[in-house]
């Protein structure tokens, strides 16, 4: 256990901010499930409307730096592969 004023401080900042992080990213794979389900399902307009709220909540945790851009940038295209193969 720290002793020190300012470790002590740090240790409280690093949970708080660790538990904003795993509810940002796991706020953000729950949409990504969402948009795959509504893709299984083949319902183009709940695939849509899952699509443009996975993929601001993508970007907001590429933002926060939660995942790696490149990675976020992956995340929508195969998602929106998915959700575009419905419509052909």
Request: hydrophobic share 40%.
């Amino acid at each position: 256990m720290a002793n020190i004023k300012s470790a002590i401080k740090r240790i409280k900042t690093t949970k708080k901010n660790d538990a904003l992080n795993t509810s940002q990213k796991s706020a953000m794979r729950t949409a990504i499930k969402k948009v795959e389900v509504a893709v299984e399902k083949k319902d183009v307009q709940a695939a849509k409307e899952a699509l443009i709220i996975a993929i601001r909540k993508i970007d907001k945790a590429a933002t926060k730096g939660l995942i790696h851009k490149n990675a976020a940038n992956r995340y929508k295209s195969r998602l929106s592969q998915k959700v575009n193969s419905l419509n052909a």
